[in-house]
Structures are given as C-alpha cells and as structure tokens.
C-alpha cells in the first residue's frame, strides 16, 4: 500500500498521537534534501524521501526499508547506543503512525535524541569548541580507521574521478545563480588537473591502505561530545563510493567546515592532530584537493535545497548564500598560499622540553608537529607508547628515523603549510639538513634550542619514568652521555638560532619564537 500525499503524512506524523506512549510533548520536524526528521523529546525518526538525485535513489519502499537499515548498520560503528532499530511507519484509517496495525507504507530509522548543546557545530557557535575538543575526535577516528577494513581494491583513481565529474555535471544547472561560469571553469580545471598531475600520489595512498570504510559525511553537526564519549552521527549508507574514501577525504570534510565559519586555526590544528595521529603526513599532499572537493560537494547539497520547490522561502534564501559562500571556498583552495610558512626545529637535550614547545609552537601557528619519536616508532611498526628496542636506536636506524622526518616534513612544506619539527638535532649536519629543506621551499628557518637547568632535566625524566607510559623511551640514565654528544650550535646565523628556557610558561616560550621569526639579522639568544 501507499501512503497518502505528502502533506498528509507530514502531517500526521507531527501529531504526537503518532508515536509510541509516553507521547512526546512536542515534535519539530526538519527536512534535508534527502530525509525527514522528526524530532521529538527523548528520540529522533529519520524517514527518506523519495528522491533521485542519481548518487542516492530512494524512490521505491523497498530501497527505503534497505537503505534504513543499512543506516543503522553502518552508525553503530561510531555512534553505538544510539541507532536504535527501523520502524514501520504503518496507515489506518487514513492515518499515518508508528503505533497501528495498519499496512506499512513506509520506514523510519529511531535513534536516540543527543543533546542538541552538545554537538561540535553548537559547541562553535557559542565559541566554546577548542582545539582539545578536535584532538579527542582525531584520536578517535584514527582508531575507527585502523579497525576499518582497508578497501583498496574496490576504489581505484577512476572512481575519484567519476565522483568529480559527477559533481559538476549536478552543479552546471547553477551556473550564473548561485556562482559563476569562471568560478565553475576554474575549480573544474584544477581538481580534475590535480587527479591527473598527482595520480601517482592518489594511487599510492590506495596501495598504503589509506582507503577505509569511513563516514562520508564528518560534519560538525555530526560530531557529538557527550562527556568523555565521542558518538558521531549521520555516517552516509545510501552510496558506499561516498563512504568508503581516503582517510584524508573524510577528515577534509570537518576541516573544510571550520575554514567556512572562520575558524582555520582550529582546521589547521585538527589537520596536523590527525596527521600525528595516523603517522599520516603524506595526507598533505592531497589534502587541498579534499577541502575543495568536499566544499563543493557541500555547495551543491546547499544548492539543490535552495532550488526545490517544497523548501520554505526563508531557507531557500539561507541555502542560496551558503552556496555562494562554499562555491567561492571550493575555488580559494585551488589558490597558491600567500606567505611563506616556516619550518622551525625544535631541539636540544632529552628532558629539555622540547617536545612540550613544539605542541606549543604548534597549536599557535596551526602546523603540524612531525617528531623523531613517532616517527621512529611508525617505523618499527608499534604503537607511539610501546618502548622500542635497542636496534630501533642503532646509529643506521637513527639515520632513517631522520630521513623519514624530513622526508614528512618535505611534504607538508611541498603543501604551502609550514612545520614544526621536534628531534634532538644533536649534531651540526641535522640542523643544517633541516635548514636547508627549508631554503629549498624558500621558507624562514629557525633552530629553537630547548634548554633548562640540570636538576629540571632530571625531574621531568624521573617523572616521566614513574608514569610508565611515555612516546619517548630517553631516561634519566643516559642524560650524561646524551650531553657529551650533544654539539654546540655554531654553524648557524644568529637570527636563526632561538635559546628558548623551557622552565618559563608556555606563553612566554612561544612569544620567543614568535619574534624570532619576525626579526632579520639579528641575535636572538638570550
């Protein structure tokens, strides 16, 4: 059987007569270019609309009932608890409910109501959502894509492809309305160009596993902070080439949402937590590509509602300016940088702070922070906590935990970003290996030396000895030998030598390195 008209069943699911007793006090109902929400107090009814818009067909009942429990499917995996089951939406007597008996005309997916205060878009809107919030939710979804299985068998560089054009083929009806030819022309040009002139760099991360069953739709809206719970909602089930993406493609689409509500500080610090995260700096060589892919994406969702007839005046208009709003950012992405980002090196003795300044210098100029502990780690092939042995220490493994740090750090500058890189830089040849990366990408340098009196080095070694849980494995017992080895840095200009004393609060050391950077031919050692 069918339901009736629209109108009708709208209608008669906003009366709270339609839903299982207690009845809710209240219903609002929300309409996305693919759903009908019902909101109610304690849970939350998703039924699909019947639309086509080619990349999801919901047209028929039995595509709806699948599609509702696929949706349930693929939320538990990030969002446990709260998809609670499918529910026949059922007609008697005329009436649409999910209570009767009556013949099933259709189905809606019940969750589990989250507070609305509590998601990362509110938490933004009240100036509240901080980068501590965003480098939970990067550890959290760096181990839901280690425990996803890797799909790179099923999406090669053609179906990407196939995804782009698609997407400006739906987005040519727009042009002159919501933006113009030369906007369309240009951003066309460029991420079809960058699949092409990169296809090699696309190809390798499918064959590195970086192709996941991921979310497909990693929204602020979508991302809930519940105490020390992160739930994130809405994963899309209707199109697994959707879903199923590069790592770097899901991550873009939250990055992407903060560069639009002018907040790229707290979208260039989720980038470099995720990177850090995964041992995933390669994910800057295709992250441009992303953040404007998923701006226009989002741009064309914005304009399909602000075109349908059935959406209500004042929205359409809202739709019509965020349109505009995401189709110029999807264009700025394909712009080259405006200044020069530097690379800074952090180093100095073990227990000297370094790594601390250089989340520090990180976190104040929005860039990754790519550290010789990790990295050696990610070599070996355990986790950042779990103790290395001692061949992971030999001088011929050092030599490459040194390599692939600044090969790591090559392709975040090759992205126009700048680097913060945190290593001991014991010997003059690393920090000139270091300053002469950055003169390569014509970039400022500066070597920021992390020091501190002796009986501070100890404490913080013997503190970290007592946790039993560390990144780094440097003990109290080789300070002295570390000391010895540890050459005076006299190969480098003044102004790029920074002595910062680890012991001042963090404000203060970062405000150092900060006027370093300003200051040209001049001794910043104090």
């Given amino acids: 059987m069918k339901r009736s008209d629209p109108v009708a069943f709208l209608k008669d699911l906003e009366r709270p007569e339609a839903y299982p007793a207690p009845h809710p006090t209240a219903i609002h109902l929300i309409t996305t270019h693919i759903s009908w929400v019902f909101i109610t107090d304690h849970d939350v009814w998703k039924v699909k609309r019947p639309v086509d818009y ?33 529910v026949p939406v059922r007609l008697d007597q005329g009436r649409h409910s999910f209570t009767s008996d009556g013949a099933i005309v259709d189905y809606a997916v019940r969750m589990r109501r989250l507070p609305d205060t509590a998601n990362a878009e509110s938490l933004l809107r009240h100036d509240v959502l901080t980068a501590d919030h965003l480098a939970r939710l990067a550890a959290r979804l760096a181990a839901f894509y280690a425990s996803s299985p890797a799909k790179s068998s099923l999406r090669s560089l053609d179906v990407l492809r196939a995804n782009v054009e698609e997407n400006f083929d739906q987005v040519q009806p727009f042009v002159g309305r919501f933006l113009t030819s030369e906007t369309f022309d240009v951003v066309k040009a460029w991420q079809l160009g960058c699949l092409e002139q990169n296809k090699t760099v696309f190809e390798r991360r499918r064959e590195q596993g970086r192709v996941r069953d991921g979310h497909g739709d990693l929204r602020l809206e ?54 850090r995260e995964m041992a995933d700096y390669d994910l800057y060589a295709v992250a441009d590509f992303y953040l404007s892919y998923r701006a226009w994406v989002r741009a064309k969702v914005a304009s399909f509602l602000a075109n349908d007839p059935s959406t209500d005046p004042e929205k359409a208009q809202r739709k019509s300016r965020e349109a505009q709003r995401l189709f110029a950012l999807a264009r700025a992405y394909s712009e080259p940088p405006t200044t020069a980002e530097a690379l800074v090196a952090v180093g100095g003795l073990i227990g000297a702070g370094k790594s601390t300044l250089a989340h520090s210098l990180g976190r104040a100029f929005g ?9 050696r780690k990610s070599l070996v092939g355990i986790p950042p906590t779990t103790p290395a042995s001692a061949e992971a220490y030999s001088e011929e493994f050092t030599r490459q935990t040194y390599d692939e740090l600044f090969r790591r750090a090559d ?18 040849d690393l920090r000139l ?15 920021v ?3 501190c009196d002796d009986v501070t080095l100890r404490a913080r ?22 000391r010895r080895q540890f050459e005076p840095v006299t190969e480098l200009p003044p102004d790029e030598h920074v002595a910062v004393t680890t012991t001042l609060p963090a404000a203060a050391q970062v405000e150092t390195v900060r006027r370093a950077l300003s200051l ?4 910043t050692r104090a």
């Fill in 411 to 428: 392709v975040v500058l090759h992205s126009g970003r700048g680097v913060i890189l945190d290593a001991s830089f014991r010997n003059r």
């Fill in 520 to 523: 040209r031919g001049q001794d």
């Fill in 461 to 482: 070694l013997r503190a970290r000895a007592a946790t039993g849980v560390s990144v780094s494995d440097a003990t109290e017992e080789l300070l002295d030998r570390f």
């Fill in 449 to 451: 030396e992390a020091i």
């Fill in 54 to 86: 080619g990349f999801v067909d919901y047209t028929t009942l039995e595509r709806r009932r699948h599609f509702c429990h696929e949706e349930v499917r693929v939320n538990s995996r990030l969002a446990p608890g709260v998809y609670v089951d499918v």
């Fill in 222 to 275: 979508h991302v809930y902070f519940e105490g020390d719970e992160i739930l994130v909602i809405d994963a899309i089930e209707f199109n697994e080439r959707f879903r199923i993406v590069d790592v770097a493609a899901d991550v873009a689409f939250l990055a992407m949402e903060l560069d639009a509500r002018d907040r790229p500080d707290l979208a260039a610090t989720f980038l470099a937590d995720f990177a």
């Fill in 367 to 375: 860039a990754p922070v790519v550290d010789s502990d990790r990295t």
């Fill in 433 to 447: 290996q270091a300053r002469d990366l950055a003169i390569r990408h014509g970039r400022p340098f500066r070597f």
